[in-house]
């Protein structure tokens, strides 16, 4: 019987590729070669972060959380989020964020879902709420698998009693811990090939007959 699940946020619930890319979109810039030094293993996630904020800093040197939170409130909900939230709750059924993308976005889908566990990737600031240059990994983004299991063991689920919901190769992980595994609008073939099912439709309701076949 399914009780948990658990999504991915960017390009899942939310109608942005990446919430880290709609901050750099927002200042005209792209992290693009770091991107690239990420994907080839060369820097970590802790790196990663650390050349996204100096590439915001060229642009906005004293760049507060509180302005991050302004620009990413522009980020829309997936069509279909909240209709698909509805059902679930009406179900009884545990949900949860857990995402590489950034946690003031993560925790206001949370609030507008209700979704009951939210975890993300953050900021260390100083006492006026300045971006120190040092991020909080809670999600390595491509360790995904190991943070759902810490979930699913402080919350008290079963890999048969989760569903998880992604779109690109690092929800993979996600998967594995699942019974349930579906790719929604599937950027990539990794994803797609490691689904139990694949949604393409830009609309969160269509993962429901998935969820609880009739």
Known sequence: MLRFVAFDMDGTLVDV???WGAVHRHFGDTNAPALDLFVQDRIDDEEFVRRDIRLWWKHHPD???QQLTEILDTVPLMPGARALFNELHRRRIMTAIISG???VLAKRIGRELGIDYVLANG???DATGRLTGEGIIRVPIKGKEK???QVQE???FSVEETASVGNSDIDVGLFRRSRIGIAFQPADGVVRSRATA???V???THILPHLFPE
Request: proline share 0%.
């Open 198 to 200: 694949v949604v393409t």
């Open 154 to 156: 402080q919350l008290g």
């Open 147 to 149: 943070v759902l299991q």
């Open 63 to 65: 760049l507060t959380v």
């Open 123 to 125: 900021f260390r600031v």
């Open 202 to 204: 830009r609309d969160m």
């Open 101 to 103: 993308g950034i946690d």
């Open 17 to 19: 590729d990446s919430s």
